[in-house]
């Protein structure tokens, strides 16, 4: 991981102890010698969050979910960028990711959406992070860990109202929690769900769901901080935004279907230089299996990305790409490390010349719901499997800040 600003270094023959920034590089010098790269636009970030907020009613939290590396955008970049924005809290899925958090120097409150076990209870502790309690036993490892520490833990119950995928039922919410706020150095501070068709057309089970949840907040009132809603949700039912709004990729700009646009822009572009241009007979094949052959004489672009990098294979001869600031097909299958594209309608491209894979080159643009349809999947799927070979650039209207 690279910062390229605000540090200082002694200038040549400007005498000892002199210090001046260095000039933080662009986008065009930071990429002239890498085959493929993420940039991550931190200005639209900000905007993003600003836009979300102001569509939200004043006191209700927005809580920023950063799993699975921000949703492939880069953690790294993206927490510290959101919190300086003034971002209310975190979360994440796993123990470790919320501990990387803290060593990133986040220091707001970071919630553990999802399973921890009663040893991992010491380490949230000691990082003053949230877990989401399911059993006594890990109350009663995270009571320990708390005395021993003189510390208070805070914690969160999860309803499962309906999507059956974790959580306790509301019953046994209530049992659990009366039993750990006997217990020592524990706080029963949240209490949470999560709808199942927040993002479909009928979207009505959220009715169903809410309506438990509602009982579950009747019956445990002292429980400060409820928190029901993912970004369809808390963009389509203002009556479940509660104390604060768990926002995903909404904050990078894509939305989830059938969910109103708050005033949101993509964050993310992928890109990449062209490493090679062929000429391919008329007849011939290209990529493993040869399940592209051309129809004409033909031109064909190496780009420099596979499904090593999360580009899926499922995109073989059906995604494009931007050359020229024109739309062209991929062609034959997609490799561990590159794939081809039919550039033979474009004149003049060559070797190091920009492709854009997600993102805008010219007037055209190309979206991870447009890389989603292709693969038969999601835009969430799209963009959480870019790789970590993938270097993520984060600049503010093109001035690098950060590489990771």
Known sequence: MTELTGSAHASPGTGAGTTSKPTPPT???????????????????????????????PGVEIIAVVKANAYGAGVAGVAPALEAAGVDRFAVVWVPEAV????????????????????????????DITLTVHTLDLGKALSAAAAERGKVANVHLHIDSGLHRDGVTLDEAVSLAEELRRLPGIRVEGLSTH???ADEPDDSFSDVQGALFAKAVERLPWIPYRHTAN????????????????????????????TPDPGVRPILSLKARV???????????????LTWRATRPSRVALVPVGYADGWSRHLSNAGQVLIGGRRCPMVGRVCMDQFLADVTDIPGVREGDEIVLIGQQGNERLTADDVASWAGTISWDVLAS????LPRIFHRNGVVELIA
């Open 231 to 258: 970004s369809a949700t808390a963009l389509r039912r203002k009556e479940l935004r509660y104390n604060g709004v768990r926002i995903g990729l909404a904050m990078h700009g894509v939305l989830p279907p059938n």
């Open 386 to 389: 870019l790789q970590a070979r």
């Open 27 to 57: 986008l065009r010098s930071a990429t002239r010698a890498l085959n493929a790269w993420i940039e991550i636009d931190l200005a639209a970030l900000e905007a993003n969050l600003a836009a979300l907020r102001s569509h939200l009613e």
């Open 275 to 289: 490493a090679r241009v062929a000429e391919v007979p008329a007849g011939e094949g290209v990529s493993y299996g």
């Open 195 to 197: 709808m199942a068709n």
């Open 100 to 127: 990387g958090l803290r060593q990133l120097g986040i220091t707001k409150p970071v919630i553990v959406l999802g399973h921890a076990f009663p040893d991992e209870a010491s380490l949230a502790v000691e990082h």
